[in-house]
């Protein structure tokens, strides 16, 4: 019987099964890989798979399945995860670059913090309105390597993350790969509160990384927060997000925050 080897990980809350796939381990159908290993009662359990593979471009590359089985062009948690689980296996030094779908990103880890620079975000738009059934509802968009809407919320205490970010999620506007939607509030000082729906996933995680950094970029437009921006997760944990803004644009973005291994495995193929 043959196994696979894998290690848990997890970015603020954000977990994920981690695979050295550099030698082909995952065979020739990651997704269904995916689907299986993510499942949380009848496999390991995670909100997404990442494949460390090689590459002409970078030291490595990074390949992220979500639970559905689709491939996300990049992810903000499973990069910071990604870069440590490379620099602690001695694969790569500290400081060094992954390809993703989305392009080329920094990482450095510094013990148990990892800190990613994310790409430039794009197609930012502020104050639009969206009808969801009867109702209508002021949103914020971002990309920031995969797509997020932004709703300001007074408090994420009682709001339903989970049916009002799948309408959103859902939305025509978004069609036909949808969005990933993210509940903010402010906090006092430099700060904002973080829930979010995550596409793929398809449910509301601890954490999102790219969610985070779209979420911070959005307060910083509409109240002038500046860099870092603390975001606090639901999983009680904090990242911060760095940027440089000029004339309504932002650049040298970069995602900080701990990073734990959990366990190391291995699982029947």
Same mark, same amino acid.
Do not use: W
């Given at each position: ?11 603020? /809350?954000?977990?994920? +099964? ?42 490595? =590359? ?21 870069? =440590? ?5 001695? +694969? ?18 510094? /013990? ?9 975000? !794009?197609?930012?738009?502020? =104050? ?8 209508? @509802?002021? +949103? ?16 994420? !205490? ?5 049916? +009002?970010?799948? @309408?959103? =999620? ?75 803004? @000029?004339?309504?644009?932002? @650049? ?18």
């Amino acid at each position: 019987m043959k196994y696979l080897s894998f290690t848990k990980m997890v970015g603020t /809350g954000n977990d994920f +099964i981690v695979i050295d796939n550099r030698t082909g381990a995952i065979g020739k159908d990651p997704a269904s890989s995916a689907k299986r290993l993510c499942d949380r009662k009848l496999g390991i359990g995670a909100d997404g798979l990442l494949l460390l593979e090689k590459s002409t471009k970078a030291e490595i =590359r990074m390949r992220i399945f979500n639970p559905d089985g689709s491939e996300a062009a990049m992810c903000g948690n499973g990069i910071r995860c990604i870069a =440590r689980f490379s620099a602690d296996n001695n +694969i790569t030094g500290p400081q060094f670059q992954i390809e993703t779908l989305a392009g080329l990103i920094g990482a450095e880890v510094l /013990g148990d913090i990892v800190k990613a620079k994310m790409i430039d975000p !794009k197609d930012l738009k502020l =104050r639009f309105e969206i009808a969801l059934g009867k109702l209508s @509802q002021e +949103i914020h968009f971002v990309d920031t390597g995969v797509p997020h809407t932004v709703v300001i919320i007074d408090s994420l !205490k009682d709001c339903n993350v989970k049916d +009002i970010g799948r @309408q959103i =999620r859902n939305h025509k506007l978004f069609s036909p790969k949808g969005t990933n939607v993210n509940f903010i509030s402010y906090k006092s000082g430099n700060a904002i509160e973080v829930r979010t729906y995550e596409r793929g996933v398809e449910d509301e995680t601890l954490s999102c990384g790219t969610g985070s950094t779209a979420s911070a970029l959005v307060a910083a437009s509409l109240k002038n927060l500046k860099s870092p921006v603390q975001v606090h997760t639901q999983s009680g944990e904090s990242l911060k997000v760095y940027f440089f803004k @000029q004339n309504g644009s932002f @650049q040298e973005v970069y995602l900080e925050g701990p990073v734990k291994t959990i366990f190391e495995g291995r699982v029947h193929l």
